[in-house]
Nanobody
């Protein structure tokens, strides 16, 4: 079992920045990949970024604006979000692939125009 706790969401104006954090606990040795998904209002959950030993994959809509990093010693993954747009407004969920799929509780990111 892996537990994920996110922090760092909030309200920001368009063009601003936010940094999300996700701390993993439990059977962290089994984690193969960590990442972030988001669910915009009225839409399905979508992949934002995945970080694994094979590299980092970003969805096209955030390339050049979002940067994910992983601190293995702290079992934490970060998402630095710059040049935020209103269409980035969503609940952001931390995700872990650890012999199963694990999700955090979600953190709201709201970008005002």
């Amino acid at each position: 079992q892996v537990q994920l706790v996110e922090s760092g969401g909030g309200l920001v104006q368009a063009g601003g920045s936010l940094r999300l954090s996700c701390a993993a606990s439990g059977s962290t040795f089994s984690i193969n990949a960590l990442g972030w998904y988001r669910q915009p209002p009225g839409k399905k959950r979508e992949l934002v970024v995945i970080v694994s030993s094979g590299g980092t994959y970003y969805v096209d809509s955030v390339k050049g604006r979002f940067t994910a990093s992983r601190d293995i010693a702290k079992n934490t993954v970060y998402l630095q979000m710059n040049s935020l747009k209103p269409e980035d407004t969503a609940v952001y969920y931390c995700y872990a692939d650890a012999s199963g799929n694990y999700w955090g509780q979600g953190t709201q990111v709201t970008v005002s125009s």
